[in-house]
T-cell receptor, first 115, second 112 residues
Framework: DQQVKQNSPSLSVQEGRISILNCDYT??????FLWYKKYPAEGPTFLIS?????DKNEDGRFTVFLNKSAKHLSLHIVPSQPGDSAVYFC??????????????FGKGTKLSVIP | NAGVTQTPKFRILKIGQSMTLQCAQDMNHNYMYWYRQDPGMGLKLIYYSVGAGITDKGEVPNGYNVSRSTTEDFPLRLELAAPSQTSVYFCASKGPSYNEQFFGPGTRLTVL
């Protein structure tokens, strides 16, 4: 059972337009959500995060929105640039005992920004 | 700072062979993690550690072992390699006061 779901395997967007990546989760114990960006042959790099007590967090061109009642979050990239082309992973964190915080990842969405 | 480093970058094993994937971090992080990523899938947690001498199983621990004798190093051991262990392996670390994990560049392992 997937606790974190990214239902769109891929997304294509024109350069300069908005990219919206979506993520749904099922576990109510998740209290922190993160987005990671991954280029081929590299490790994931942290992009932006949001605590469950907030509904929006913004960092430059990247904004994450959280709708707790719908168990849904989204990442907005405005304006999209060709360098944003990568796989984006949604991840959720929950305290798992013994001082440990584990991340549960979605399957990822491949974003292609077309020049 | 080098961050999180992993060696080797690539490796091909024969069925039944063993190997150790190395992971090191220079950020003095207590938390360290091992993940595997299969094609088209998200990252799945194999093992994790909350500090030197303390390790615990993640979602997919079968066929793997870990040790954590120092804060810096967190090696992952495959004892009897199987084709199902063909994957890309990522090591990550996390500090105490934030939730973000920092990832290494990965090791691509093929078992034939």
């Amino acid at each position: 059972d997937q606790q974190v779901k990214q239902n769109s395997p891929s997304l294509s967007v024109q350069e300069g337009r908005i990219s919206i990546l979506n993520c749904d989760y099922t576990n109510s114990m998740f209290d922190y959500f993160l987005w990671y960006k991954k280029y081929p042959a590299e490790g994931p790099t942290f992009l932006i995060s949001i605590s469950s007590i907030k509904d929006k967090n913004e960092d430059g061109r990247f904004t994450v929105f959280l709708n707790k009642s719908a168990k849904h979050l989204s990442l907005h990239i405005v304006p999209s640039q060709p360098g944003d082309s990568a796989v984006y992973f949604c991840a959720a964190s929950a305290y798992s005992g013994a001082g440990s915080y584990q991340l549960t990842f979605g399957k990822g969405t491949k974003l292609s920004v077309i020049p | 700072n080098a961050g999180v480093t992993q060696t080797p970058k690539f490796r091909i094993l024969k069925i039944g062979q063993s190997m150790t994937l190395q992971c090191a971090q220079d950020m003095n992080h207590n938390y360290m993690y091992w993940y595997r990523q299969d094609p088209g899938m998200g990252l799945k947690l194999i093992y994790y550690s909350v500090g030197a001498g303390i390790t615990d199983k993640g979602e997919v621990p079968n066929g793997y072992n870990v040790s954590r004798s120092t804060t810096e190093d967190f090696p992952l051991r495959l004892e009897l390699a199987a084709p199902s262990q063909t994957s890309v392996y990522f090591c990550a670390s996390k500090g105490p006061s934030y939730n973000e994990q920092f990832f290494g560049p990965g090791t691509r392992l093929t078992v034939l």
